[in-house]
């Protein structure tokens, strides 16, 4: 009976391990997309002071200039907010893990508890069945030697 219910927790620790590894994976993709989206920025940003640099060397108005520094202002501005979602998400994705991890490791001490249990349980039957065997043979050798 013991057995069983221990082997029904393993099963129901081993959903709850998949779970959590899938939440796990998730928090780890939406901390990629979020670094991706965040080179992206910042490719743009280079790309555009680039070509800015490029017109400007012909010459800008001051309208056009400060279009450029805004813009750019808006380009850093969305960079820092993207910086924080990446730190927000990686600290998701290191909580996860570490959920992840433990219930693991939970896992395994049932799995190991169980297979100590079903070891015992082993042994304690091949003890019995030998127990039994040398019974047998004590009654067969005493009505061999017994007259009749």
């Known amino acids: 009976m013991a057995n069983k219910q221990l082997e029904l927790l393993v099963k129901v620790q081993l959903e709850r391990e998949e ?19 965040y080179q992206g920025l910042a490719d743009y940003r280079t790309d555009y002071i680039q070509q800015s640099q490029q017109q400007g060397s012909m010459g800008l108005q001051s309208r056009q200039y ?21 730190q927000q998400a990686k600290a998701v994705l290191e909580q996860r893990r570490q959920q992840w991890l433990a219930m693991q490791k939970k896992r395994k001490a049932l799995e190991y508890l169980l297979e100590q249990q079903k070891q015992h349980a082993m ?26």
């Open 19 to 37: 779970k959590l590894q899938a939440n796990f994976v998730q928090a780890l993709q939406f901390t990629r997309q979020a670094e991706q989206k």
């Open 66 to 86: 400060n279009q450029f520094v805004s813009f750019i202002a808006k380009l850093d501005l969305a960079l820092q907010q993207q910086a924080q979602q990446i």
């Open 123 to 148: 042994k304690k039957a091949a003890r019995t069945e030998q127990l039994l065997q040398d019974e047998v043979a004590m009654q067969q050798f005493v009505r061999r030697q017994s007259p009749h």
